[in-house]
T-cell receptor, first 113, second 113 residues
Framework: EAQVTQNPRYLITVTGKKLTVTCSQN?????MSWYRQDPGLGLRQIYY???????DKGDVPEGYKVSRKEKRNFPLILESPSPNQTSLYFC????????????FGNGTRLTVT | QKEVEQNSGPLSVPEGAIASLNCTYS??????FFWYRQYSGKSPELIMS????GDKEDGRFTAQLNKASQYVSLLIRDSQPSDSATYLC?????????????FGIGTKLQVIP
């Protein structure tokens, strides 16, 4: 089954404790992206990757890191989480053709206390 | 200035009526347009995509695109309570191997039985 898999689904952590949210896709997509979703603000792009070893900042990259060492994986790293990073996070992937839609993972609800 | 504008709603329609959801975008270079449905706490799921001016129909859903007016809409005929969700408009622009997908804030639809 074609899918984007994110883990964990729920995560509660404390300020400053490094964490990683994993994302993996099995569709051989070149493009992968991370979004956060907050009430009243919609989906905002954090980072994206056009291919292996090619990553770039989205609209809200502060406090986040990513890497793309393999085509299928695109982990999101919070080196020192803060309460303002409490949010619902989505990983998504797509092909690079214009008509290719984004496929989303199930989301990770992160709470930083 | 927001790049993709949607009325956040809620838009309330009676069961069986037509729901009309609208979206405007600012980037004239945008090439592909998508409508996603998102239930509370769940990931967005693709329901329609459109690339050319005019109408595109799929079951009870019709997407309409007017590039000159930079306007995209989604019509839902015979609305059902199960259609109650937030509808996200997404706009994709591509240039020189780079692509960006921007989302509107989403319109919350309530179908009243």
């Amino acid at each position: 089954e074609a899918q984007v898999t994110q883990n964990p689904r729920y995560l509660i952590t404390v300020t400053g404790k490094k964490l990683t949210v994993t994302c993996s896709q099995n569709m051989n997509h070149e493009y992968m992206s991370w979004y956060r979703q907050d009430p009243g603000l919609g989906l905002r792009q954090i980072y994206y990757s056009m291919n292996v070893e090619v990553t770039d900042k989205g609209d809200v990259p502060e406090g986040y890191k990513v890497s793309r060492k393999e085509k299928r994986n695109f982990p999101l790293i919070l080196e020192s989480p803060s309460p303002n990073q409490t949010s619902l996070y989505f990983c998504a992937s797509s092909g690079t053709m214009g008509y290719s839609p984004l496929h989303f993972g199930n989301g990770t609800r992160l709470t930083v206390t | 200035q927001k790049e993709v504008e949607q009325n956040s709603g809620p838009l309330s329609v009676p069961e069986g009526a037509i729901a009309s959801l609208n979206c405007t975008y600012s980037d004239r270079g945008s090439q592909s347009f998508f409508w996603y449905r998102q239930y509370s706490g769940k990931s967005p799921e693709l329901i329609m995509s459109i690339y050319s001016n005019g109408d595109k129909e799929d079951g009870r859903f019709t997407a309409q695109l007017n590039k000159a007016s930079q306007y995209v809409s989604l019509l839902i005929r015979d609305s059902q309570p199960s259609d109650s969700a937030t509808y996200l408009c997404a706009v994709k622009a591509q240039s020189g191997g780079y692509q960006k997908v921007t989302f509107g804030i989403g319109t919350k639809l309530q179908v009243i039985p």
